[in-house]
């Protein structure tokens, strides 16, 4: 449950093996490449001086970045159109990945695949060009009643006719110009919420008609070599054919099949190592080489230096060297290697929504999983629906983000844990403490003032768990501006259990401590917010005490005094809505059993309460999944997580 120290691996391997070595790592999924000139410009690129690696050094002087090949995207192309018209979708199985072999070795036996199955491939585009151009006459249908021979229509030697579509507004438009207009235009019918027309003119008129007909969107339907008759005879023609064309493409699907289902593993392969070949093809775009070698810089956990040591090979075929990092280049941002257990991993996904943290931050996973399972549990406590969407989690698993279905599932948890100690079974009270009849049960509605008081009491510990999270991280960082004197460091954390200790005498009458020494905390407090910085830069024997002038300096201090004591009670009062939403949940379900009761039927209690259980848990259940996000998005986070990390992400497939 932390962050994963990552090294940094310059290595260097002659070309020839550079393509199976980049598989086998992709495969392994440890590394991150990245781009290899950043560390060779800045020097950083070490292999180690010595006899046996000379030639290698002095090689890097002709040394050039590796060029995309744009080919594997057209080959890919060429392969998935091939089988899209046999309507084969490829398996990508990593199994088929591995072993040697090159992308001509692969472009080979695409083009074989594409040659096998052309002429029925080229049957098919013709047969599916043929029934798209048949469906689009079936606009037929709004004239099939109208007995007229269009072949003689359409060789009329003085008139032209045009058949085809309008939009509604713009038919309206002609029929306001009809004495402009020097044709027939005669309405016919309507076809999909479109108006059909059948418009002669004059052969001599047949410029300004075009002209006339384009300025309206007129779609003129193209009879071609269709074989002209009356409509409805037209019709029962090419339904004819659409259906001799819909058996022919039956029957080329069964030839297509049962060549597909020999060549299956075949194709599934090749698939495969394209998919490979792509991957690698990106990964070549980082890397440099030479004539014989290939210089290539990559990301990876320090725990799997020797795995990934293995698979380069050793010296002279190969030379690795691991730098920590520490000793990479600024111009190389460390990525942020999160290690969490199975349970908290799906929560990394919210973490990460308000920012992935740095590579020399504490990660909040573990802190954020437990503590979002709790406020969630807190406020939408009930065993039943929390069962519900533990179980939604579950069988979405497979169909919907997994890590998002894993949150669902554990704050369903949360929710069941709750609704067990509030003694809530899909809005019905007293039915658990029935069953299982125990002195733990709590009802947050029979327990208002308590409840709130428990929701600003769970508020107060995780304030003070987030100050202890911010001095961590800022010390670690060597920040003793913020860590030490800052209001989310030692200073802040003294000033708000100061704070507290005060407000918790006004209201109870109980002094833990003297007023006097309570004042002169604060003021003491308040003095080290005002001096932080040039305090600090006087420990750090700074040259200059202040970053701006003292006036600038002091002024926004004042400001920011005031920001942190609002800051200081607002953060704490927010949390008083956990306990407002518990008395919601139950609230709601009140309203729902005295609608129930109104209704008065057994018909009616049902359909309450399906209706009930669903408008909770879709609204309230958003809601409260927003508000848990809210306080550790705010009140939380705000105090001590930065998240200006940049993910680790391993190259894979």
Not at 364 to 376: E, Q
Not at 417 to 427: E, K, N
Request: proline share 3%; glycine share 6%.
């Amino acid at each position: 449950m932390a962050i994963g120290k990552l090294v940094m691996a310059n290595v260097v391997c002659r070309r020839n093996r550079l393509d199976g070595v980049i598989r086998d790592l992709i495969l392994m999924e440890k590394c991150e490449f990245i781009d290899t000139f950043l560390e060779i410009d800045d020097g950083d690129f070490s292999i180690g001086i010595s006899e046996e690696n000379a030639d290698e050094i002095l090689d890097m002087e002709d040394i050039v970045p590796l060029k995309e090949n744009k080919e594997i995207e057209q080959v890919i192309q060429k392969l998935e159109l091939t089988l899209g018209s046999l309507d084969y979708k490829p398996k990508v199985d990593v199994a088929h990945m591995q072993g040697a072999y090159t992308f001509e070795d692969l472009k080979d036996e695409v083009e074989k695949i594409s040659c096998d199955f052309a002429l029925l491939t080229e049957e098919i585009d013709q047969i599916e060009s043929r029934i798209e151009t048949l469906e689009s006459l079936k606009v037929f249908e709004a004239i099939k009643n109208i007995d007229v021979d269009l072949n003689q229509l359409y060789s009329m030697k003085h008139f032209t006719v045009k058949l085809g579509f309008l939009t509604r507004e713009k038919a309206k438009r002609i029929s306001q110009n009809y004495d402009n207009i020097k044709a027939i235009v005669l309405h016919a019918g309507t076809y999909d919420e479109k108006e059909f027309y059948i418009i002669v003119s004059p052969k001599s008129l047949d410029v300004e008609m075009g002209r006339i007909l384009r300025s309206t969107d007129f779609y003129e339907i193209n009879l071609g070599d269709e074989p002209l008759g009356t409509p409805k005879s037209l019709l029962e023609a090419l339904s004819e054919e659409r259906q001799a064309l819909d058996n022919r493409i039956l029957e080329i699907k069964a030839v297509t099949d049962s060549s597909i289902e020999n060549k299956k593993h075949q194709i599934d392969k090749l698939y495969s190592k394209l998919m490979m070949e792509r991957k690698v093809d990106k990964v070549h775009q980082k890397i440099a080489v030479t004539e014989n070698l290939a210089y290539l810089s990559a990301w990876l956990p320090s725990e799997d230096m020797e795995q990934v040591k293995r698979t380069f090979g050793e010296p002279p075929e190969t030379l690795v060297t691991f730098k920590k990092a520490e000793e990479v280049s600024i111009r190389i941002p460390t990525p942020t290697f999160l290690k969490n257990s199975r349970f908290f991993r799906p929560f990394e996904m919210l973490v990460n929504m308000y920012g992935v943290p740095m590579h020399n931050e504490t990660d909040p996973t573990f802190f954020f999983g437990i503590t979002y399972m709790v406020l969630f549990g807190a406020m939408f406590g009930d065993l039943g629906q929390g069962l519900v969407i533990a179980l939604a989690g579950m069988l979405l698993r497979k169909k919907v983000n997994p890590a998002f279905c894993g949150i669902l599932t554990r704050i369903g948890i949360g929710s069941m844990f709750f609704g067990f100690l509030y003694d809530s079974f899909f809005g019905y009270e007293n039915v658990i403490s029935t069953l299982i009849p125990l002195p733990i049960y709590f009802r947050p509605i029979e327990n208002i003032n308590q409840t709130l008081i428990i929701a600003i009491v769970i508020g107060i510990v995780l304030m003070f768990i987030s100050y202890i999270y911010s001095i961590v991280n800022k010390l670690r960082l060597g920040d003793i501006e913020e860590g030490v004197f800052g209001r989310n460091g030692i200073n802040g954390l003294i000033l708000l259990a100061t704070l507290l200790t005060l407000v918790y005498g006004m209201f109870t009458g109980q002094k833990i401590l003297p007023t006097a020494v309570l004042n002169a905390t604060i003021l003491v407090s308040v003095v080290l917010l005002l001096v932080k910085q040039p305090l600090s830069n006087k420990l750090l024997k700074s040259r200059r005490l202040y970053d701006e002038t003292p006036s600038a300096y002091y002024v926004e201090g004042i400001f920011n005094l005031f920001e942190t004591f609002l800051g200081m009670i607002s953060n704490t009062a927010s949390f008083i809505r956990v306990g407002a939403f518990a008395l919601n949940h139950v609230g709601l379900f009140i309203a729902f059993h005295t609608l129930a009761n109104m209704i008065g039927s057994t018909a009616g209690n049902i359909t309450m309460f399906i209706l009930g259980n669903v408008i909770v848990l879709a609204l309230e259940g958003l809601v409260v999944f927003i508000q848990g996000l809210r306080l550790f998005y705010y009140e939380l986070f705000s105090k001590y997580y930065t998240g200006d990390g940049i993910l680790f992400t391993p190259d894979k497939i």
